[in-house]
């Protein structure tokens, strides 16, 4: 079992910046991947970004490529998500999610085994 929790969301004008933060408790997670999700009101959760635990090997979605970076530090048990140039577009609840499994692909939702609580991201003038 892996519980995580997000932090770090907030409000933020576009243009902006904002770093979230996923720590999971407990053992080292040593897992196959971590990663993001977002979800706007009356919309599908979507992929953001997700690293594998033991290489390193980062993936992103389409809509934030070259402006957000994740990363993980396995020695802390955690994973951040560094979100540069916002736009309200990027507006959601963000999710930090764990896929216990090796392996790929890292996009689909239903791969990943415990979800976080969620933060809100508001980019807004």
């Known amino acids: 079992q892996v519980h995580l929790v997000e932090s770090g969301g907030g409000l933020v004008q576009p243009g902006g910046s904002l770093r979230l933060s996923c720590a999971a408790s407990?053992?080292?997670?040593?897992?196959?991947?971590m990663g993001w999700f977002r979800q706007a009101p009356g919309k599908e959760r979507d992929f953001v970004a997700a690293?594998?635990?033991?290489?390193?090997?980062?993936y992103y979605g389409d809509s934030v490529k070259g402006r957000f970076t994740v990363s993980r530090d396995v020695a802390k048990n955690t994973v951040s998500l560094q979100m540069n140039s916002l736009k309200p577009e990027d507006t959601a609840v963000y999710y930090c999610a764990a896929k216990t499994a090796y392996g790929g692909p890292y996009y689909p939702s239903g791969g990943y085994d415990y979800w976080g609580q969620g933060t809100q991201v508001t980019v807004s003038s």
């Open positions: 407990g053992r080292a997670f040593g897992g196959g991947a």
């Open positions: 690293i594998t635990w033991r290489g390193g090997n980062r």
